[in-house]
């Protein structure tokens, strides 16, 4: 049942995330990221990480692919002005690097799968729920993520500010000074 | 067996975010096959906490960390990408040589 379950989820995933890189018009490739998204999170609640699985949904889904369908709006009307397409050259050199990547990591797996690195049957494990994740994430013992948690609203403060920064239209030439 | 289904899976994730990587033209499409990559990096923080992993709270509290790095990201390479259309009026980058040696 959950394999089946897992196999349908895993087809639906791998048939978005290809359509977000080939589809030639970008507002369609975000839009098809929020469905890749959606089945993530689903894979997510599969196996027992259900605090993942909804900030998945809260800050990729409503955050990151939100702004990313603002931008494709604001540089091209619905996404139709700037659809550019792949050379052949380009578009087989992708296949050849991304073939590659496969068949090395393949042959990877293989030879750790034959040396017996990695026990082949593993069972579930423990789920880890909320609270243990909240208590940890809020501890600053040596294995609390304290640190990272607070330094990561620092990193969210920089980046709002450089985005600002950066994106400001430039005063006027004749007025002068900075607004 | 469904741990090994999951990181097959994330593998081919990975490979198909490289490929959007390599053959897209827009800028934004680039990034949206990064998203592609991060996700298959998620899929595979997850697997290990469920499955055979020392430590399952950590495997599920790495990916909000991985959020929030591109949501920090996104920001700003969208602040970069809107000043950029702002100049040069298109988004190819195979046109936009500003920055070529």
């Known amino acids: 049942m959950h394999e089946v379950a897992l196999i349908v989820l895993s087809g639906l995933l791998l048939l978005f995330s290809l359509a977000v890189v080939v589809a030639p018009n970008i507002l369609h490739a975000a839009i098809a990221l929020i469905a890749s998204f959606l089945v993530t999170s689903a894979i997510y609640l599969q196996n027992g990480a259900e605090f993942a699985a909804l900030a998945q949904i809260m800050i990729y889904i409503g955050g990151i692919v939100i702004f990313m369908v603002i931008t494709v709006l604001l540089t091209s009307r619905l996404g139709e002005e700037n659809i550019y397409f792949t050379p052949t050259w380009q578009r087989l050199t992708g296949v050849g690097v991304s073939a590659a990547l496969l068949l090395v990591s393949f042959l990877i797996a293989a030879r750790v799968y034959r040396a017996r690195l990695v026990p082949t049957t593993i069972g579930p494990g423990a789920i880890a729920d909320l609270d243990a994740i909240g208590l940890r994430l809020l501890r600053s013992d040596s294995e609390g993520l304290a640190l990272p948690f607070e330094l990561i609203s620092v990193l969210l403060l920089i980046s709002l500010i450089g985005a600002i920064v950066i994106a400001r239209k430039e005063p006027a030439a004749g007025k002068g000074g900075a607004s | ?101």
């Open chain 2, 1 to 101: 067996m469904m741990a090994a289904h999951l990181l097959a899976l994330s593998l081919l994730l990975l490979v198909v975010g490289i490929y959007g990587v390599l053959t897209r033209r827009n800028i934004i499409g680039i990034l949206l096959a990064v998203e592609v990559i991060l996700n298959a990096a998620n899929l595979n923080f997850i697997t290990f906490a469920r499955w055979g992993g020392a430590d399952p709270v950590a495997g599920s509290v790495f990916p909000v960390f991985v959020m929030a790095v591109s949501a920090c990201e996104m920001a700003v390479a969208l602040a970069i990408i809107i000043a950029l259309f702002r100049q040069k009026n298109n988004l190819d980058v195979n046109r936009l040589r500003g920055l070529n040696g």
